[in-house]
């Protein structure tokens, strides 16, 4: 199944999330609407918010709140996003320049900071405190993995385990909230709740792991961003990890001062290294075993079109190139 045939399972959710993010991006202060807007309407792919839209229709939810809490997830998602290219110093996000490097730090901090703001606004009117509760708590943990990760930053003795917790904290954590509030919105039984929060957290590992991955394949053109970043940040990946721990001693020494330093000026001969000692297929491999677990909570679902494209959506979490 291709993104557009996903896509178009929620065409008209989807088009009622456009038009309600377009109107919660609205503020007296020019800039903060600007900014706002340059970075929701940057050309991603909305995963999150689709994921909501998706688990609420395949569990048979009815009402139009699903649009709320999808826009929702997006401006955690954007607040997330214009912060961490602030503490990254990125210069480059889904093929055009970041908020900080077109506007400047502070700016940006401020305007993340109206995100999570206007969206704990939406929170609060939808008036639901079982969801305000996933949604806090999952706030809370993102911005726990995010200083996690930056304590592990330029250090290259980080461990699998510890690397496994920083992604599960930064990234999977809100995927995991957006299926696991929108099986709540649905008024489903604890199990269905239980098992679309578990599908979220796996679909969630599923895109790191290939995104880590793809930091030493891909193309900045095809990526939207600059390949290495991650090594330039100093970021001790699994592609990494693996190859300290599994490739030759020279590789390892490479790999190690890269990361003390953040440097990817031998970005080439570390490419080389990761892929010589099969860390990119042990990477794959585990984004695979986190889709099969994804896959397995679907079981729960009555067969439906949605149903189809939660699978598709995890499916293409593995395969593909940005």
Known sequence: ????????????????????????????????????????????????????????????YQGDDHSKLATIIEFLHTATLLHDDV??????????????????NAPSVLVGDFLYSRAFQMMVDMKSMPIMEVLSNA????????????????????????????????TAMLFEAASHSAAILSNTTPEAQSAMKQFGLHLGLAFQLVDDMLDYIGDAETMGKNVGDDLAEGKPTLPLIYAMKNGTESDAILIRKAIRSGDASQLTEICEAVKRCGALEYTQKAAENAYNEAHKCLAILPDSPHKAALLGLAKLAINRDK
């Open 139 to 170: 706030t809370n943990v993102i911005a726990e993995g995010e200083v996690f990760q930056l304590m592990n930053c330029k250090n290259p003795d980080v461990s699998e385990a510890a690397y496994f917790e920083v992604i599960k904290n930064k």
């Open 87 to 104: 503490v990254d110093t990125s210069n480059m996000r889904r093929g055009r320049s970041t908020a900080n490097a077109k506007w400047g």
């Open 1 to 60: 199944m291709q993104i557009e045939e996903i896509y178009q399972t929620v065409e008209q959710d989807f088009s009622c999330v456009n038009q309600l993010i377009s109107s919660q991006l609205s503020s007296d202060v020019p800039l903060v609407e600007k900014i706002a807007q340059y970075i929701v309407e940057s050309g991603g792919k909305r995963m999150r918010p689709l994921l909501v839209l998706l688990t609420s229709r395949a569990l048979g």
